[in-house]
């Protein structure tokens, strides 16, 4: 859980970094591109932005564009706060109220076009015929099976990430997910469109405005159909500093300094392996990189007493009688070897179960928040499951789902 957690923090930052000049209309530096990830980019990009505020330059902002995009963060930030004092306002987007107050100082400001949102003069322009001649050529095989791979794994690891946003804690379908990216990439190659995954700052916006069910997916996507297509003019209107603000703002709350506290009480361990996927994923804007996170969870576990023999596979003994089911676990149990646990929860007809984790001497962050979903799901379908044997554990942290080990005699 600590690494899709930092992925998700990493997406924050990068937005950040690549918005925040567009938001106060602050050209990034000499000599750095705000699209190249790398560590000197992000350094230039906030460490200069003080002075080139402050001094008049060539590399001076438009203070017009700043005061747009500071009103739209402003307005972002503390709209949550008047919801709470007028009911009224609960059915009200923030990001419409700063889009009323953005476009009529976009024309006060009498921002020129490459300051505003610029679209296709015709929309059908973008809807093109592809060659399809060289489709079986091993330059294109190898490109469409990259594609193929880095955009499954993104989608999954989004996918997993807003599993972790909803306030609900729902389970995505991971395989209707990849049919779905498959059938809309294969439909969307045909006329010319760039490869999609499932996305994370659009799916935390639908969550952050209400969104509860798919349907809300589908409303988002249409109604961006149907603006590109009827609301092309208003749209070229927006100036682009409170986009930049929005996304600032969705960037804020993906890396947000609760973030940071919450991995820090969860336990030194798992804010390292935080703090080390962002370190990674942040100057390259890899997210593949979420595997080194991993790495460093699998030789903490080890560390802390997990046996390679239990490592990816639980050491379960189960017995039943009557109603109620008993599964006793030793050697570890992780994110690593929670899947064969999982499998024999389902396997499990008993109205009643007991797991008794007494002689695990391991059981880390990502275990303990499967165990309390599991125990959720449990209780929504009528049954019990009743978690013992943890007297003797020291958790890592100070959350009930903190990692825990088994105290030595």
Known sequence: MAPVHGLL???????????????????????????????????????????????????????????????????L???????????????????????????????????????RVVLPANISDAIVTPDFSHLMSGTSLKWILMFFLVGS????????AIDILDPWKRKTNMNRDLLGVGVANTAVAAVGGLPMISEILRSSANIGSGGRTRLANVFHGLFLLLSILFLATAIQRIPNAALGAMLVFAGFRLASPKEF??????????????????????????????GVGMAAELLIN?????????????????SAAGGDAR???GGSLTFANWIPLKKRFDAIEQQTVTLNLAHA?????????KLVQTQREFGNGGRTLNIVGLENHRAFGHEPTSGRKKATA
């Open 361 to 369: 001497a391991l059981v880390d962050h990502t275990a303990m928040e």
């Open 153 to 160: 794994l993104e989608s999954l690891l989004s996918a997993k």
């Open 9 to 75: 923090a990493s997406i924050g930052f990068i937005i950040i970094s690549k918005q925040s000049h567009v938001m106060l209309g602050n050209p990034p530096p000499p000599g750095v591109d705000s699209s190249e990830p790398s560590w000197h980019a992000y350094y230039r990009l906030f460490a200069d932005m003080p002075h080139r505020i402050m001094t008049n330059d060539a590399y001076h902002p438009n203070y017009q564009i700043m005061t747009v995009g500071v009103l739209s963060l402003v307005i």
């Open 327 to 329: 599964l006793d676990v």
């Open 77 to 115: 930030f503390a709209f949550p706060w008047f919801k709470k004092r007028f009911k009224f306002l609960a059915v009200v987007p923030a990001q419409l109220v700063v889009l009323l107050v953005a476009i009529p100082l976009g024309y006060f400001f009498a921002l020129t076009e490459t300051q």
């Open 302 to 318: 080890l560390f802390n007493g997990a046996s390679l023999g239990s490592l990816f596979k639980p050491q379960l003994a189960f």
């Open 261 to 290: 506290g919450h991995m820090w009480h969860l336990g030194k361990e798992q804010f390292f392996v935080f703090v080390l996927t962002i370190l990674c994923i942040v100057p390259t804007g890899n997210l593949l990189l979420v």
